[in-house]
């Protein structure tokens, strides 16, 4: 990857409602968009991620969706939950990964 | 599965000594290591890769010969901090892939809080 974007840098969400968090990339050799939550001193854990041959991919609260033609891929949370609250990052690339600058998610009981 | 370690977790030195961190997966083989700098509340900056038996690639803006990495084996990784000065205080996460488990994925290790007085 070459350069990542990553939108909002911060995020507040009332519990049970929705949080979308949006990336933009530039390298179209790119085929791996993982998605890494990290909270606070901790190491980041991925918690989905899509390769470029699929469009959307969910998992239980958790989906992503991608549009290599765009250069664009977003993380959808739904029901919200206090224990969501967390930095996110988006990555893109192949072997190796760059990653976009983060979002600070805060989930509102 | 796909467990990495990091050590140590933290540590405190005086400006001039080495440093050495060292990263292991723990229950695959990685064939692929990352080490990665974070700055508080920033991004992962990539610091260099590492394929085992071979020499690591280096980002660009990174001295090899400050942060000397060697990948030894298929299951342990070590960066070392040479000669470490104040502004080489940060947070440093090494990372791991392997064929075995999920081809590019990298998984974490918890990092090492390196902080030089």
């Known amino acids: 990857g070459e350069n990542v974007e990553q939108h909002p840098s911060t995020l507040s969400v009332q519990e049970g409602d929705s949080a979308v968090i949006k990336c933009t990339y530039s390298?179209?050799?790119?085929?791996?968009f993982p998605w890494y939550k990290q909270e606070l001193g901790k190491r980041p854990q991925l918690i989905i991620d899509?390769?470029?041959?699929?469009g959307e991919k969910k998992d239980q609260r958790i989906a992503v969706t991608l549009n290599k033609t765009a250069k664009h891929f977003s993380l959808h949370i739904t029901e919200t939950q206090p224990e969501d609250s967390a930095v996110y990052f988006c990555?893109?690339?192949?072997?190796?990964?760059?990653f976009g600058t983060g979002t600070r998610l805060t989930i509102i009981p | 599965g796909a467990v990495v370690s990091q050590h140590p977790s933290r540590v405190i030195c005086k400006s001039g000594t080495s440093v050495k961190i060292e990263c292991r997966s723990l229950?695959?083989?990685?064939?692929?290591m990352f080490w990665y700098r974070q700055f508080p509340k920033k991004s992962l900056m990539l610091m260099a890769t590492?394929?085992?038996?071979?020499?690591?690639?280096?980002e660009q803006g990174v001295e090899k010969d400050k942060f000397l990495i060697n990948h030894a084996s298929l299951t342990l990784s070590t960066l070392t901090v040479t000669s470490a000065h104040p502004e080489d205080s940060s947070f440093y996460i090494c990372?791991?892939?392997?064929?075995?488990?999920?081809?590019?994925?990298?998984?974490f290790g918890p990092g090492t809080r390196l902080l030089v007085l």
């Open positions: 990372s791991a892939s392997g064929r075995a488990v999920r081809g590019e994925t990298q998984y």
């Open positions: 990555a893109e690339g192949n072997e190796k990964l760059t």
């Open positions: 390298d179209s050799a790119s085929n791996y």
């Open positions: 590492s394929n085992e038996g071979s020499k690591a690639t280096y």
């Open positions: 899509i390769r470029s041959n699929v």
């Open positions: 229950d695959f083989q990685a064939t692929t």
